[in-house]
């Protein structure tokens, strides 16, 4: 089986592990990692897998794929590109679509006070995150999470079930609609990162909470890095 992965980060690296397992043929679009990272890069050099650090087009398609997968790429990935894969392309998307379409979505699952989130994998078309559902999971969001350990538990639990995903594409599962609310939240952070005055104590916690993904920039407070609520006063 032929695979075009796009990917990054730990979930990259971790579904580097999962397809070789399987013997499969695989090349990589990734990213270039920043320090803090878990570099695909260098662990595709070291498994000896061909990558390529060029946004993914046609053109630059190394084989015809049986399959491509988006797990934490951060393009979209075009739709010709899309319709060249034998199999339906399908994504990982760390939320639970229709809900928190779009980019920090467990971020802002937390800003909003949700009692749950999760992932979901599901085909992808020309529309951001719109694709039928092929597999879907809740996870508790804790009082004590911070993003950083939330983001992790969801990615963790979600890199267990590619293989089952894989399994139900190769069988022709159509999967189901998304159905219910849904909403969008661009590239970003929540608010600018800045904590409103009028917001009430509870969604201020949230907040810091929500920031909290070393080294990444923390919540703002009249100009100052909040790391906890006693920092407000």
């Known amino acids: 089986m032929k695979i075009i992965l796009c990917a990054y980060n730990w979930s990259g690296c971790k579904a580097v592990d999962i397809l070789n397992q399987k013997k499969k043929k695989i090349f990589f679009y990734t ?9 695909l890069v260098d ?59 779009g980019c920090s979505s467990v971020t802002w699952a937390m ?19 719109d694709g039928n559902i092929i597999l879907q999971k809740k ?4 009082d004590f999470d911070l993003q950083n350990t939330l983001y992790f538990r969801v990615m963790f639990e979600s890199l267990k079930y590619l293989q089952k995903v894989i399994t139900l594409v190769k069988q022709g599962y159509n999967g189901r609609r998304q159905k219910g609310k849904s909403c969008y939240y661009g590239r970003g952070a929540p608010y600018n990162g800045i ?12 907040f810091i909470k929500a920031m909290i993904n070393p080294p990444r920039a923390l919540a703002i407070y009249n100009g100052k890095k909040i790391k906890n609520f006693k920092d407000l006063t």
């Open 31 to 39: 990213h270039k990692p920043t320090y803090y990272e878990s570099s």
């Open 43 to 101: 662990y595709c050099k070291k498994k000896k897998i061909p990558f390529s650090l060029n946004k993914i087009k046609k053109k630059l398609l190394p084989f015809i794929p049986d399959l491509i997968i988006s797990i934490s790429y951060k393009y979209k990935i075009p739709s010709d590109v899309l319709s060249y894969s034998k199999l339906k392309p399908f994504n990982l998307h760390p939320s639970l679509l229709p809900k928190y379409k």
């Open 111 to 129: 800003v909003n006070g949700e009692k749950f989130t999760g992932f979901t994998y599901h085909y992808m078309n020309d529309k951001f995150d």
């Open 139 to 142: 996870i508790i969001i804790n």
């Open 195 to 206: 904590i409103k005055k009028n917001w009430s104590k509870k969604k201020k916690i949230r």
